[in-house]
């Protein structure tokens, strides 16, 4: 199980395209040590009630780092209450229990770095590229660029072994395949990039972006038959689930019985998209207090059992965000039924070069 934990909503940069760029000046809320506490004893609790052997708590925000104290009592408590179910009998002594951060990177330091390796966390950094290419949309509250504050850190991150995560707005269309290089010449073995969609992408832009996934297709396969450890999600989850034809929602998607996420007041949600802590927002699973909605979860569940009826037919349903998971879904389009055109297209076209990569 994975344990997505929203330990507070604010954060100190103002990135173009943060999911909660409308509201982030206001967001104030953090999540409290009974609700943390809280959090970590349901989680834990579905994790043995789906008898699955491996929990997984990620710190969220907002910026998690903004409440690293939270971070610290989180992982004491997790690794106190695993230690008494292991002690009644409740789990066995194979049980794995994982941390992880998804973090903007500009409030580390040695400290916190000396504790992520101590307890072995995997560290998720936004980091979009070089500088010019990065400080386009990571921007600090008072608008300037935030490379600089990530910069002296990047070492570090790639000895922990972080994985990069890279955000294309069509303003860094044309600086992708040079960024994503670059990041992996800086030594992360891992990394992924991921579109905004906001509604505003042209046909044209989608050509641009064409000509970069190529380049960056290719530079993929090249460093992989070179031998080289390089896992660039965007092409090599295409790829896998052709030759493993599998499909998303068995490879990689976790909703439902692999995923909670939970919100500054509790509030459960199905997957980190959908995390919030406003009022009247739909996808609320239940509270951490209240228990689980198993009405609102069974939306999920039959969410996860059909196919979407504008779909019928596309032979790459299966391999398709725009029909595989909820959270592209709910943010593009506000619904997990929905089917955003500009997802659409762009898993076609990234569908074409994943399958031209593989036959060549
Ligand atoms: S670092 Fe993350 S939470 Fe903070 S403004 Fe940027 S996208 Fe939003
Ligand atoms: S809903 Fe989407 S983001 Fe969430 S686990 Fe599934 S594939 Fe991943
Ligand atoms: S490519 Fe379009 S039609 Fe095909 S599954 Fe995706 S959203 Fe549906």
């Given at each position: 199980m994975n344990l997505v934990l929203c330990l507070t909503e604010q954060c100190n940069l103002r990135c173009t395209y943060c999911y909660y760029k409308e509201t982030q000046a206001e967001r104030k809320t953090v999540m409290d040590d009974e609700t943390l506490e809280q959090a970590i004893r349901i989680g834990l609790e579905r994790t043995i009630l789906f008898k699955q052997h491996f929990f997984n708590i990620t710190f969220f925000g907002g910026e998690p780092l903004v409440r690293r104290e939270a971070i610290y009592k989180g992982v004491e408590f997790a690794k106190a209450i695993v230690a008494d179910a292991m002690d009644n009998g409740r789990i066995d002594n194979t049980f794995i229990l994982q941390f992880a951060v998804n973090t903007n990177?500009?409030?580390?330091?040695d400290e916190f770095f000396d504790f992520c390796e101590k307890e072995h966390f995997r560290i998720y950094l936004s980091l979009d590229g070089p500088e010019h290419h990065h400080n386009l949309a990571r921007r600090t509250v008072s608008g300037t660029g935030s490379f600089k504050a990530i910069e002296k850190h990047i070492p570090r991150f790639v000895k922990l072994g972080a994985v990069a995560l890279s955000t294309i707005t069509r303003l860094h269309i044309d600086t992708i395949f040079e960024s994503v290089k670059w990041l992996h010449e800086q030594g992360f073995q891992s990394l992924t990039t991921s579109v905004d969609f906001d509604g505003k992408w042209s046909g044209e832009e989608f050509d641009r972006l064409a000509l970069q996934y190529q380049k960056m297709a290719q530079y993929w396969k090249e460093c992989r038959e070179k031998g080289e450890k390089f896992f660039l999600g965007t092409i090599h989850d295409k790829v896998k689930l052709v030759l493993l034809n599998s499909r998303y929602r068995n490879y990689s998607c976790h909703v439902y019985n692999g995923a909670i996420g939970v919100a500054t007041n509790g509030n459960i949600f199905p997957c980190t998209r959908f995390i919030t802590s406003q009022k009247d927002t739909p996808y609320v699973q239940g509270n951490v207090f209240t228990g689980f909605d198993e009405k609102a979860c069974e939306k999920i569940h039959t969410f996860l059992d059909n196919d979407k009826q504008e779909c019928e037919g596309c032979d790459i349903r299966y391999r398709c965000c725009a029909h595989e998971c909820a959270c592209t879904s709910f943010y593009t389009t506000g619904s997990i039924e929905g089917v955003s055109p500009e997802v659409c297209t762009h898993e076609r076209m990234l569908a074409e070069i994943c399958d031209n990569l593989i036959r060549s």
């Amino acid at each position: 199980m994975n344990l997505v934990l929203c330990l507070t909503e604010q954060c100190n940069l103002r990135c173009t395209y943060c999911y909660y760029k409308e509201t982030q000046a206001e967001r104030k809320t953090v999540m409290d040590d009974e609700t943390l506490e809280q959090a970590i004893r349901i989680g834990l609790e579905r994790t043995i009630l789906f008898k699955q052997h491996f929990f997984n708590i990620t710190f969220f925000g907002g910026e998690p780092l903004v409440r690293r104290e939270a971070i610290y009592k989180g992982v004491e408590f997790a690794k106190a209450i695993v230690a008494d179910a292991m002690d009644n009998g409740r789990i066995d002594n194979t049980f794995i229990l994982q941390f992880a951060v998804n973090t903007n990177g500009t409030l580390f330091d040695d400290e916190f770095f000396d504790f992520c390796e101590k307890e072995h966390f995997r560290i998720y950094l936004s980091l979009d590229g070089p500088e010019h290419h990065h400080n386009l949309a990571r921007r600090t509250v008072s608008g300037t660029g935030s490379f600089k504050a990530i910069e002296k850190h990047i070492p570090r991150f790639v000895k922990l072994g972080a994985v990069a995560l890279s955000t294309i707005t069509r303003l860094h269309i044309d600086t992708i395949f040079e960024s994503v290089k670059w990041l992996h010449e800086q030594g992360f073995q891992s990394l992924t990039t991921s579109v905004d969609f906001d509604g505003k992408w042209s046909g044209e832009e989608f050509d641009r972006l064409a000509l970069q996934y190529q380049k960056m297709a290719q530079y993929w396969k090249e460093c992989r038959e070179k031998g080289e450890k390089f896992f660039l999600g965007t092409i090599h989850d295409k790829v896998k689930l052709v030759l493993l034809n599998s499909r998303y929602r068995n490879y990689s998607c976790h909703v439902y019985n692999g995923a909670i996420g939970v919100a500054t007041n509790g509030n459960i949600f199905p997957c980190t998209r959908f995390i919030t802590s406003q009022k009247d927002t739909p996808y609320v699973q239940g509270n951490v207090f209240t228990g689980f909605d198993e009405k609102a979860c069974e939306k999920i569940h039959t969410f996860l059992d059909n196919d979407k009826q504008e779909c019928e037919g596309c032979d790459i349903r299966y391999r398709c965000c725009a029909h595989e998971c909820a959270c592209t879904s709910f943010y593009t389009t506000g619904s997990i039924e929905g089917v955003s055109p500009e997802v659409c297209t762009h898993e076609r076209m990234l569908a074409e070069i994943c399958d031209n990569l593989i036959r060549s």
